[in-house]
């Protein structure tokens, strides 16, 4: 996991609920995200690129995210 630490992973997994969280679950939900974070992202650059802006906009991140189903 190179951007979201562990620690993060386990405090996100424990505020929705989760008693304990190995190691292994807080790694892959991180690596999880960062996928998911990855191509929100680069659809919401191209959403930016489209309106003529260089600059990625909430906007445009809601707007991915919805387009991706989430």
Same mark, same amino acid.
């Given at each position: 996991?190179?951007?979201?630490? &562990?620690?993060?992973?386990?405090?996100?997994?424990?505020?929705? @609920? =989760?008693? %304990?969280? +190995?190691?292994?679950? =807080? &790694?892959?939900?991180?690596? &999880?995200?960062? #996928? /998911?974070? =990855? /191509? /929100? +992202? #680069? *659809?919401? $650059?191209? !959403?930016?690129?489209?309106? @003529? %802006?260089?600059?990625? !906009? $909430? *906007?445009? /991140?809601? &707007?991915? $995210?919805?387009?991706?189903? !989430?």
């Amino acid at each position: 996991m190179a951007e979201l630490g &562990l620690s993060t992973m386990e405090r996100l997994m424990k505020k929705a @609920g =989760a008693k %304990r969280v +190995s190691k292994d679950a =807080a &790694l892959e939900l991180g690596l &999880l995200l960062e #996928n /998911i974070s =990855a /191509i /929100i +992202s #680069n *659809d919401a $650059a191209e !959403f930016a690129i489209h309106a @003529g %802006r260089k600059t990625v !906009f $909430a *906007d445009d /991140i809601k &707007l991915a $995210a919805k387009k991706k189903g !989430f």
